[in-house]
């Protein structure tokens, strides 16, 4: 099954995972953090995109944040597509950067806040790249350090995060590091990486007991929340569906996205549009086939005519894991 179209609102609360194409490494020096952190930070205050937590590690990035007027896409297709080019002119590559399709969950705030923030502050420390709660105040490339105030970034809103833990800046900070302290024994990653009905409600046992109970619940991969948040979102999704992109602008971005697309491949687009299945163009193609259906909305008989595919072979690419 081919995954859902993304779900945002601004004003929606995402735990993002930006992951290195075939695991490989998204920055290689300090230079690199500061110019991914950086770049984050900017596109946020400038966006008005709200962050709350994040952790950058060698091969991936965590962050929690809420979405600005604009959107989720918006913000990250213009984080990640800037911070590809100037890594690519550094360090003297090529190609995606990337994993095609950064993973976003919703997630409702009330119930999943303070995990979050635990959860991804923690991750440097759990990966060993410190050793201690104290190592990780000083360790610059996770949002816990501007918490300590080891580290300034003025687009990370350490009051707002600070106002789940206490009245008080000192009573919040205290009660943020025990919480911590708590965390550091709990293994959530399966819990807090994804979304749906089991994890929102901690495992089959209880969804099945619910069910014995003849309690019904929605749950859905993108969100992580009760199934009324759920209900909710979806209803929401629907009724965006009823507003889509205009189709002219829709298939303006597509062109633009074909073409991009080509120029980082070094191919020309007459040939990506000929058939031919040398190379990589069958990669290519199936990673334009998943942002047409999925993020615009193409049918799948429009999405091939704009890559001179059969309306099977589309088919066959979205379902594809």
Known sequence: MPRGARLDAPGTLHHVIIRGIEQGMIVRDDDDRQELLGRMGELAKGSKTSIYAFALMTNHLHILLKSGPLGLATYMRRLLSGYAQYFN?????????FQNRYKSIICEEEAYFEKLVAYIHLNPLKAGMVSSLNELAGYPWS??????????????DRDYVLGFFGRTAGLAIT??????KDEMGIDRESELSGGGLVRSHGGW????????????????ERILGSGEFVKSLLAEAEDGVRKQIPSAERLGLVEKDISEECRLSGISVAFFLSGSRSGTLS???????????????????ETARQLGVTTNAVSYMVRRP
Request: glycine fraction near 8%; charged fraction near 25%; avoid cysteine.
């Open 89 to 97: 002119r550094r360090h003297n590559r090529v190609g995606h950067l």
């Open 143 to 156: 949002g816990h350090a501007v918490l300590m105030k080891s580290v300034r970034h003025d687009w990370l």
């Open 175 to 180: 009660a943020y590091l025990a919480f911590l």
């Open 205 to 220: 046992s209880t969804v099945l007991s619910m069910r014995k109970q003849g309690v019904r619940e929605q749950g859905d």
């Open 283 to 301: 990669s290519l193609r199936k990673r334009l086939a998943v942002k047409f259906v999925n993020m615009y909305g193409l049918s799948l008989a």
